[in-house]
């Protein structure tokens, strides 16, 4: 086996490796940013074109250390086209999810608001001596 082969049969699982990490990274990015992050879908992002990267990697290794095994060639290759579409696919998406995270911050205080209506200790402000506050009839 030459010196390359040798290489890229060691650099494939590595690559491979990076991938599964980069994408644990990019599913606690995207928590965060639902979660109320700001920044953290710009980071999603570029943590997804990284990991695209690697994905080319993995196809490349794949390439040349396996050119017997058409199994590992085309599971390369579906991991590259998968990751690459779906990098192409969040550019439209990134403009879109920040309209809908503006529009998903507006509904909670508008739930909030009927919530201090109906019931003040709820909404997180305790009347002043039991103001407002009807006693109950069981």
Request: aromatic content about 6%; charged content about 20%; proline content about 4%.
């Amino acid at each position: 086996m030459s010196t390359l082969r040798r290489i890229a049969h060691t650099a494939h699982p590595l690559a491979a490796a990076t991938v599964v990490l980069l994408v644990f990274v990019q599913v606690y990015l995207i928590a965060a940013y639902i979660f109320g992050e700001p920044g953290a879908l710009d980071t999603h992002m570029t943590v997804g074109r990284i990991a695209v990267f690697f994905e080319l990697i993995v196809l490349l290794t794949a390439l040349i250390g396996w050119r017997s095994d058409r199994s590992e060639i085309w599971m390369s290759v579906a991991l590259f086209l998968v990751g690459a579409l779906q990098a192409s696919l969040a550019k439209d998406i990134g403009k879109l999810a920040v309209g809908a995270r503006a529009a998903r911050d507006v509904r909670p205080s508008r739930a909030r608001a009927r919530v201090a209506h109906r019931s003040p200790e709820l909404a997180g402000g305790i009347p002043a001596s039991g103001a407002g506050l009807k006693p109950s009839r069981r």
